[in-house]
C-alpha cells in the first residue's frame, strides 16, 4: 500500500511538522497500527479510510504517535487533507470521524488548507511547584488546556525566553497529561507572527514537537483574548518551525496551513 510523509504547517520541505498518512480501506488491528507508527518514528502517522456516502463524515481519521494513540493532531489532519485533495481522493472540504468528533478539512484558494477543530477550554491554575526548574524558565502564568489537548500551557516573560529553552524532560512529564505549552508575545509582530510557542510532549515519546496543531486549540483563545483579535498567527519555534494561522469563532478554532509531500512510496509489512 502507498505510504507518504508530509510535512505540514509549511510550504517548503524539510520544515513543519512530518506525519505519515496512510489511506486504507479500512483499520487493520491496533497492533499493526502501533507498529507501522512506530516504524515510520514522526510524531505522529495517520490512518484514514473511507466511509460510505450519506453520513456525518467522509473518511475515518485515527492517529498514532510511536508510543501512543492520541485523541487529537492538527499536523496529521492537515497532512491527510494534502494527500486526499493532491490525489484527487477527495474534492472539496472533507469531514473527518475522529476520537474528537466529526473535523472538517477545507481547501483555500490560496492552496492552503483550513482544519475546523474545537477550542480548548482554559482554566487558570496555580504554577505547579518544580515547573520552573523543570522548563529552566518561571512562568508568568498556568492554564490547564482540558481533556482533549491535555497539556498545561504556560506563558513566559518575552519570545526570547522561550527560544532559549532546554528543558529537563524526565523532570518535565509530570505536570500535565501529555506535555508542557510554552508561549510569549511576539516581539515584533512585523515579523509575520503575534505569538511564538513550543510544545514537549516526553510522555507520548515526543521531546519537542515540531509544529503542534492541537497546541493551537489552546493559543487560538489565550492570544486573542490578550490581543483583541480572533484572527492571528502563531509561530512554533522548534528546529524546524512552522507558522499556524489560527481563527477563534467561539467553540470552534480555525488552524490554517500548508502541506508539503516529501516521501511517497510502498508499505510492505
Not at 118 to 123: E, G, H, M, R, S
Not at 142 to 168: C, I, M, N, R, S
Amino acid at each position: 500500500m502507498r505510504i507518504r510523509i508530509v510535512d505540514a504547517f509549511t510550504d517548503r520541505p524539510f520544515s513543519g511538522n512530518p506525519a505519515g498518512v496512510l489511506l486504507l480501506d479500512a483499520f487493520p488491528d491496533d497492533a499493526w497500527l502501533r507498529n507501522v507508527a512506530k516504524e515510520v518514528n514522526h510524531a505522529e502517522t495517520a490512518f484514514a479510510h473511507p466511509l460510505p456516502a450519506g453520513g456525518e463524515a467522509d473518511w475515518a481519521l485515527r492517529w498514532f504517535t510511536p508510543v501512543a494513540e492520541v485523541a487529537m493532531c492538527g499536523h496529521a489532519t492537515l497532512a491527510t487533507a494534502h494527500v486526499l485533495h493532491s490525489t484527487r481522493a477527495h474534492k472539496g472540504p472533507v469531514r473527518f470521524a475522529t476520537r474528537s468528533g466529526v473535523l472538517i478539512a477545507t481547501p483555500q484558494p490560496d492552496g492552503s488548507l483550513t482544519l475546523d477543530f474545537p477550542t480548548a477550554p482554559l482554566t487558570p491554575v496555580p504554577v505547579p511547584d518544580g515547573v520552573a526548574e523543570a522548563l529552566g524558565a518561571e512562568p508568568v502564568s498556568a492554564f490547564d488546556t482540558g481533556p482533549q489537548v491535555g497539556d498545561l500551557l504556560l506563558e513566559l516573560a518575552d519570545e526570547k525566553t522561550v527560544l532559549g529553552l532546554a528543558p529537563d524532560l524526565r523532570s518535565l512529564g509530570r505536570f500535565s497529561e501529555r506535555g508542557i505549552i510554552a508561549t510569549a508575545r511576539a516581539e515584533d509582530p512585523a515579523t509575520g507572527h503575534d505569538y511564538v510557542s513550543r510544545c514537549f510532549f516526553p510522555n507520548i515519546g515526543i521531546d519537542e514537537d515540531p509544529v503542534t496543531g492541537s497546541a493551537h486549540t489552546a493559543l487560538a483563545p489565550f492570544w486573542s483574548e490578550r490581543l483583541g483579535s480572533p484572527d492571528l498567527t502563531g509561530l512554533q519555534a522548534s528546529p524546524r518551525s512552522g507558522h499556524v494561522r489560527t481563527g477563534l469563532r467561539g467553540d470552534r478554532t480555525l488552524l490554517s496551513g500548508r502541506a508539503v509531500t516529501v516521501i511517497d512510496g510502498e508499505l510492505l509489512a
